[in-house]
């Protein structure tokens, strides 16, 4: 069947929701939560470096990042494999995305405060719009502030029989099913919408 990956990153890990169609309806395939640190200073390279000196601290920016971007796309791999061995076909992944920041530098970060929680807020999201592009899967970057407003659009159905039917797919699979497992759904299904069409 064709599948489409929905994707929502936090601080080191993102929930993967792969959804289908079967039975003319969405059915949720897989959903797992992907780590994308191995050590835990990762998942805030930019707080880890605060109190260092300004060459050591952008080197361990730097390899939060890179580590971070190396495993997206490992996992990214690993999960269009395992897709592939169900026999299934993987059409596009969407990432819920934040607002674009400044051209800011580490250092211009690491200057403030703020900054430093804005950089690593986009840090894995980008991680994962990176990976999906290394995997030759089409991306559908939403904007997770208008995910609710994109899905009405795309799915062709008002926000409370998308909560319902979000909410009915979740029954089927069980616990985690929480917000995070929801909105990756969610996104997931406006693009394999797209694929339908």
């Not at 599948?3 to 059915?27: E, N, Y």
């Not at 952008?58 to 269009?80: C, L």
């Not at 807020?121 to 030759?136: E, H, I, M, Q, Y």
Request: proline fraction near 3%; charged fraction near 30%; aromatic fraction near 6%.
């Amino acid at each position: 069947m064709k599948v489409a990956f929905g994707m929502k990153a936090h601080s080191g890990w993102a929930a993967l929701v792969v959804v289908g169609i079967r039975d003319a309806d969405f059915t949720v395939v897989d959903r797992r939560r992907i780590e994308l640190v191995e050590h835990e200073w990762a998942k805030q390279p930019y707080h880890a470096a605060e109190d260092m000196e300004a060459g050591a601290a952008r080197d361990v920016v730097e390899r939060g990042i890179e580590a971070a971007r190396r495993i997206a796309v490992r996992e990214m791999h690993a999960a269009v494999r395992r897709e592939q061995e169900r026999k299934n076909e993987v059409t596009a992944c969407a990432v819920l995305v934040a607002n674009a920041m400044p051209d800011w530098s580490i250092e211009e970060i690491l200057a403030v405060h703020f900054r430093m929680h804005k950089a690593e807020g986009l840090l894995f999201r980008d991680a994962l719009v990176r990976a999906t592009k290394a995997s030759g899967l089409r991306l559908v970057a939403i904007p997770e502030k208008l995910l609710m407003k994109r899905a009405e659009k795309a799915l062709g159905s008002p926000v409370s029989g998308l909560v319902r039917k979000v909410a009915t797919l979740g029954k089927f699979v069980g616990p985690p099913w929480g917000k995070d497992q929801k909105d990756a759904a969610l996104a997931a299904m406006i693009a394999l919408q797209r694929d339908l069409k």
